[in-house]
């Protein structure tokens, strides 16, 4: 049977991390084999894992409603943190994920996030060509990880052009999609990714479907408590439902929740 299901779903993690390892002080560090879970049941569901440039595809110009038609999932990771290298690449061909970077923290502790209680590294530059050649998208998250929505139109268009030129300099080619940082964008912002690139994505400042999602598709943030049931029954649910969903499954409200965590068919 087909799940019910929007027909694309991009969901966002920030690293893998080794098998049982305690919980993360950042929710979307999720152990492998939890990783591994997430993936194994959506596919067990009835999903098919697609890349982004399809996901935002579909997301702008959704296929017609049909019986037969098995809903997609995309994996995107954000900041590009070095556990990536370990854990990605046994997934990178059945997945074909995304990888935003932040150009100036290549090889560099995550020292730009000051309210974050850990330190990780990043990926370093050979670490990023060798995903890159194993299947993984590489794609631009900024230079820095500044909320762009602070700036003008003039020192947004220089942000792009420094971590563009990173891209041309280091992988040879020019950057397809952008994350925005922190998800944020306004109606300037986004003037200005169309800019510079086919599609970018947020968190919740956009759309899950429809001509605005190119510039602007949401995505799931996905954390670790989540087993992979639950996280299927989520996509399942209606987009404006789904936030709710997950706070549901936070550890500190689990034993409030009552019912099923399947996906409706």
């Known amino acids: 049977m087909i799940p019910t299901a929007p027909p694309i779903t991009v969901l966002l993690y920030h690293n893998i991390i080794a098998a049982g390892s305690p919980p993360h002080p950042d929710p979307g560090c999720i152990p492998v084999d939890t990783f591994e879970e ?3 049941s959506l596919f067990a569901a009835g999903f098919d894992g697609v890349p982004l440039e399809e996901a935002i595809a579909m997301a702008v110009s959704p296929p017609p409603l049909s019986g037969s038609t098995r809903p ?3 994996i995107t990771f954000d900041d590009g943190l070095a556990g990536l290298d370990r854990y990605l690449p046994r997934f990178a061909r059945a997945l074909r994920p995304t990888v935003f970077l932040i150009t ?3 090889g560099k502790s995550n020292s730009w996030n000051a309210r974050a ?3 990780e590294r990043h990926l370093s530059l050979q670490e990023i060509r060798r995903l890159a050649t194993g299947g993984v998208a590489m794609e631009n998250h900024g230079p820095d990880h500044q909320n762009l929505i602070k700036f003008d139109r003039g020192q947004i268009r220089d942000r792009a052009r420094r971590s563009i030129s990173w891209f041309q300099e280091k992988l040879g080619r020019s950057p397809s999609y952008f994350a925005y940082p922190y998800g944020a964008c306004t109606p300037l912002v986004r003037e200005i ?3 510079f690139f086919l599609g970018a994505v947020s968190v919740n400042h956009g759309a899950w479907s429809g001509p605005n999602a190119r510039y602007a598709l949401n995505r799931i943030s996905v954390p670790a408590y989540l087993s992979g049931g639950e996280l299927v029954s989520i996509v399942c649910h209606k ?3 789904r936030w709710a969903e997950i706070e549901r499954r936070a ?3 689990k034993a409030s929740i009552g019912g099923s965590d399947t996906c409706p068919r």
Do not use: T
Request: with cysteine; glycine share 4%; proline share 14%.
């Open 251 to 253: 550890p500190w409200r």
């Open 72 to 74: 997609k999932f995309c």
């Open 193 to 195: 990714a169309a800019e």
């Open 104 to 106: 100036g923290f290549v």
């Open 117 to 119: 209680p850990y330190v």
């Open 239 to 241: 987009p404006d439902q």
């Open 38 to 40: 997430h993936v194994n």
